[in-house]
């Protein structure tokens, strides 16, 4: 079946620096890649996707790239302000299908 | 609209309690998951279903059983509850091939 691993498990950085999560995962047929936002005591909100036939999307500060040759996606933050902390989580499908193999997640505490 | 909702939002039980968690949405969605949150595990696909009267098995599914019996509702159920069952559990609902919508979850502790 899918695995997906994520790195790194924390990451701390300063207000206004940026911030890297990555991905891989294993299944060649999977197609499409999304990354959920945790806030503590919460549940997981979609902040953005992306789909195989796509490298790069991007939303005001997030962007997401995928490389399928690699089997690696990522998340980019840019300008980093403190509501960004929260725990963040990469996702694959399995397979062409609907169903979702996540990440081990990665808790972003950004610094005032 | 309410979106996703779950019933109870806390739970205790004794080891070998049974007990059934409802997910509700009112969304029109045709696909429904159960996943289960544990400390640096991520989530894990418990069981979902595809449409009414469909159910299938996910990545953890021992020591649980759900049903579909109508589209807004996917219950999960616990026949004798364990320990290891500990966890906070969300449900999620999609339409076909697109983002998943999370319940507020469920914190389940069994003693």
């Known amino acids: 079946g899918e695995n997906v691993e994520q790195h790194p498990s924390t990451l701390s950085v300063q207000e206004g620096d940026s911030a890297v999560i990555k991905c891989t995962y294993s299944?060649?047929?999977?197609?499409?890649f999304p990354w959920y936002k945790q806030e503590l005591g919460k549940r997981p909100q979609l902040i953005i996707d992306?789909?195989?036939?796509?490298g790069e999307k991007k939303d005001q500060r997030i962007a997401v790239t995928l490389n399928k040759t690699a089997k690696h996606f990522s998340l980019h933050i840019t300008e980093t302000q403190p509501e960004d902390s929260a725990v963040y989580f990469c996702?694959?499908?399995?397979?062409?299908?609907?169903?979702?193999?996540f990440g081990g997640g990665t808790r972003l505490m950004v610094k005032p | 609209n309410a979106g996703v909702t779950q019933t109870p939002k806390f739970r205790v039980l004794k080891t070998g309690q049974s007990m059934t968690l409802l997910c509700a949405q009112d969304?029109?969605?045709?696909?429904m998951y159960w996943y289960r949150q544990d400390p640096g595990m991520g989530l894990r696909l418990i069981h979902y279903?595809?449409?009414?009267?469909?159910?299938a098995k996910g990545e953890v599914p021992d020591g649980y059983n759900v049903s579909r019996l109508k589209k807004q509702n996917f219950l999960l159920g616990l026949e004798s509850a364990a320990p290891s069952q500990t966890s906070v559990y969300f449900c999620?609902?999609?339409?076909?091939?697109?983002?998943?919508?999370f319940g507020p979850g469920t914190r389940l502790t069994v003693l």
């Open positions: 279903s595809v449409g009414e009267g469909t159910t």
């Open positions: 999620a609902s999609s339409p076909d091939f697109d983002e998943q919508f």
């Open positions: 299944d060649s047929a999977s197609n499409y």
């Open positions: 969304m029109n969605h045709e696909y």
């Open positions: 996702a694959a499908s399995i397979g062409g299908g609907n169903m979702l193999t």
């Open positions: 992306i789909r195989s036939n796509v």
